[in-house]
């Protein structure tokens, strides 16, 4: 099951940062939090990811609150197409070989309107 | 690069019909995934292949069944599916199977209709 809770959708004026909240109260300290989004009828496309470190890169910043159980997903200057819907995932380790796999929840989905 | 090619972006098939989903990548990835998303639901994870050995099968019924040619290729095999598998299905790949650190990258996905 996911181990994560987003609101289900949130409203962004153009040009404006679009914050999306994403609450993981039961993370450990050896897991991620991932960030991915998917426009309509195309395939998840990854946005960021962090451990305990706030992150930065061209498409967004990841702020992680020092206790871990939250963050919030910054696109900093949000237009049309960045509408979409936006999943925070924590990625747990698998141990006896296998490895730590995405499992998605609802998400959010982030309307940017002129 | 992290392109993740999948092929075909369509496909139609009857439920007596025998067919295939292809997907593609030459970033040198040892882990690929097979994931089926319905309409207005989110990805669900079906099979995991690493170091091109299957992984992990998420109790998917047989009528699917993935094939791990060589490292860059995956393949879902279909055979006598029904309507409610209708679906996109979406091939994903990563460097190091053992390491959650590394970026997941998926395919834009094959969008199948059963009739």
């Known amino acids: 099951d996911a181990k994560t809770t987003q609101p289900p959708s949130m409203d962004c004026a153009e040009g404006r940062a679009a914050n999306l909240p994403c609450n993981h109260s039961?993370?450990?300290?050896?897991?991620?939090v991932y960030w991915y989004r998917q426009i309509h009828s195309q395939g998840p496309q990854y946005i960021i990811h962090g451990l305990k470190n706030n992150e930065t890169n061209e498409m967004a910043s990841l702020i992680i609150t020092e206790d871990r159980k939250s963050s919030t997903l910054i696109l900093p200057h949000a237009t049309l197409r960045d509408t979409a819907v936006y999943y925070c995932?924590?990625?747990?380790?698998?141990?006896?070989?296998?490895?730590?796999?995405?499992?998605f929840g609802k998400g959010t989905k982030l309307s940017v309107k002129p | 690069d992290t392109e993740v090619t999948q092929t075909p972006k369509h496909l139609v098939m009857g439920m007596t019909n025998k067919k295939s989903l292809k997907c593609e990548q030459h970033m040198g990835h040892r882990a690929m995934y097979w994931y089926k998303q319905k309409a207005k639901k989110p990805p669900e994870l079906m099979f995991v292949?690493?170091?091109?050995?299957?992984?992990i099968n998420e109790s998917v019924p047989s009528r699917f069944s993935p094939e791990c040619p060589n490292s860059s290729l995956l393949n879902l095999h279909l055979h006598a599916l029904q309507p409610e598998d209708s679906a996109l299905y979406l091939c994903a790949s990563s460097q190091d199977p053992d390491n959650i650190g590394n970026t997941i990258y998926f395919g834009e996905g094959s969008w199948l209709t059963v009739v």
């Open positions: 039961t993370i450990s300290g050896n897991e991620y």
């Open positions: 995932i924590v990625r747990v380790p698998n141990y006896g070989g296998s490895q730590g796999n995405l499992i």
């Open positions: 292949y690493s170091y091109e050995k299957l992984s």
